[in-house]
């Protein structure tokens, strides 16, 4: 019997139950029912389901012929096949020359989408390869198993030769948890098909590309980069559509995205360093009131808010010693408040007092106060630039 037969017989008598005025049932090659629009048949043997692939065709049973055999319902049973071999046998129940009008279009309807199913169960299998794949390239990938991931790779069919940038896109809570729950495993493997055609579409397809979902609420695409202009390219149009991306996704009722990207690498074994990159931006984005929250290194804004959490530590430990005395003023929060105004007005202390809603002469006063706590220059660029990434730590 087929792999998965059973479960498809026992979907396709359902479905058929609910549209035909007939009852149904589903025998495997061997005979035996294997669903039925009665389930207590279910399992019991149907002996003339043998001869009806024997001969190959449709096989009438009045009511005086079915009598003379156990556990056979007047109707018509019909010879099932799968990729040219016999599969098992489909049967109709009712008065034979009513139901047999109905038999030849079931037939063709379930084989149909038997071949349907196997094809789609096929993707699915390549779809969780994939899958795999990208575990083992982005999270288990150690550097001295090139020739595994070689062999892998060849497996299915990528270059690993392109030069690379990884995207990750999180969609948030994870609706596909949803889907698995309503729906089955065909239906859950559609709609993920569906959300990493919306990747491709928005950032470009490409036979290079590989597309899948590394988790229930996160996808992949390792998209290949010619070259250094072809890069630049990807950088400057990479907000735009990643906008794109959320705009189609919105469609589907996924609103929480966000997405980043990480920086070229040079082939597909260094892949693992580009989505660590990526990650990175989207654990700082977490924190940060950016909108839409579509990341990467190319974005000056984004790169000025993640400099102060890089400086080193052992650094940060000096400067701060340094300013004992400004962290231990009462008045602390207040002078820090108006230091990143000041800082953020362009060392303007017009345009500052402004935005604070202070006079000048206030301001002035408490920018004095910083350079007689700090030891700093509030007119000198580089001092107040120490102090800002500092206090914006």
Known sequence: MMNGIVHYAQQVVKTLSETLPFPVSFTDEEGYIISDSNPERIGTLHSPSVKVLEAGEMILFETSAAEKFENVLPGVAVPLYAEGKPSGVLGIVGDPHEVRPYAKLVKQYVEMMW???????????????????????????ESNENDRLQTYANLLHIDTSYSRVCIVIDIGHSILTQINQETNSLSKYRFKETLLHCVEMAFGKDKHNV?????????????????????????????????????MLKVYHIDEVEISAGGRVASLHETTQSYQEAERLLEHGKDMEIKPKILSYYDWELLLKILPSQIDSNFKKYVQERLCYFFEDESVEELSENFIVYCQSNLNISQAA???????????????????????DTNHFEHCMILYFILSR
């Open 211 to 247: 597309c899948s979902f590394l988790t229930s609420k996160k996808m992949i695409l390792i998209k290949p980069i010619k070259n250094e202009i072809d890069f630049r390219k990807f950088n400057e149009t990479f907000k735009e559509k990643g906008s794109k991306l959320m705009d």
């Open 354 to 376: 402004k935005n604070l809603y202070v006079h000048r002469n206030t301001l002035m006063y408490r920018l004095k106060k910083i350079e007689k706590l700090t030891g700093l």
């Open 115 to 141: 071949q349907e199913t196997k094809k789609l169960q096929a993707e699915e299998l390549g779809q969780l390869k994939l899958e795999s794949f990208l575990h083992f390239i982005l999270i288990n990938y």
